[in-house]
């Protein structure tokens, strides 16, 4: 299977816990996007990478949040310190092939991993 | 800053029925446009995207869409539905640029009767 995947795919923690969530892109995709979503609503965007350099940040990214992408592949997002408000589904999305138009932006989704904070 | 307004949070129908879901976006300059569906238990899916070119677009399983400029609306139809296409559907603008991040609807809840 060559789409986004994510792992873990499920994660309970108990509030002050720190947690990290990975994703693998699509290999030739240069763009990875997170957003979370909860229930009864769209995804919300949360930052976005192209290549290893992340060029947005969301106001909903606080500074208990960072993600990285240290090589141009994979992702990873920590919370440190869980709130219970933290609870959601984190999505990963990658667009971008190199031989992309500029606004050639759809995004293929992973399917998410399912944050619980007790 | 750019938003996506879906009318309808839970729309119920009988198979064959037709169906039409509204989107309308605000963003002040020339955007990529796209439906989500996400069927329980998997994750989002492309329905249909459009960039530029004819308003009128098609996507996969009989769902086209229509972009009017004017009203910055880019409603979802399909003449008769079936009860596989129970799911949730997002509406998602992003702007014509490099950087793409979406923005997206709160999604609708499409119900089919068998």
């Known amino acids: 299977d060559t789409g986004v995947s994510q792992d873990p795919r499920h994660k309970i923690t108990k509030r002050g816990q720190n947690v990290t969530f990975r994703c693998d892109p699509i290999s030739e995709h240069n763009r990875l996007y997170w957003y979370r979503q909860t229930l009864g609503q769209g995804p919300e965007f949360l930052t976005y990478f192209q290549n290893e350099a992340q060029l947005e940040k969301s106001r909903l990214l606080s500074d208990r949040f960072s993600a990285e992408r240290p090589k141009g592949s994979f992702s990873t997002l920590e919370i440190q310190r869980t709130e219970q408000g933290d609870s959601a589904m984190y999505l990963c999305?990658?667009?971008?092939?190199?031989?992309?138009?500029?606004?050639?932006?759809?995004?293929?989704f992973g399917p998410g991993t399912r944050l619980t904070v007790l | 800053a750019q938003s996506v307004s879906q009318h309808n949070h839970h729309v119920i129908l009988s198979e064959a029925a037709s169906l039409e879901l509204g989107c309308n976006y605000s963003y002040g300059g020339t955007v990529n446009l796209f439906w989500y569906v996400q069927y329980p238990g998997q994750h989002l899916q492309l329905l249909l995207k459009y960039f530029s070119g004819d308003p009128l677009v098609k996507g996969i399983k009989g769902f086209e869409a229509e972009f009017i400029k004017s009203k910055f609306s880019f409603n979802l139809r399909k003449p008769s539905v079936q009860w596989s296409d129970t799911a949730e559907y997002f509406c998602?603008?992003?702007?014509?640029?490099?950087?793409?991040?979406?923005?997206f609807g709160d999604g609708t809840t499409l119900t089919v009767k068998p």
């Open positions: 998602a603008v992003n702007p014509n640029t490099n950087a793409g991040k979406s923005t």
């Open positions: 999305a990658s667009s971008g092939r190199t031989s992309g138009r500029i606004g050639d932006n759809e995004q293929f």
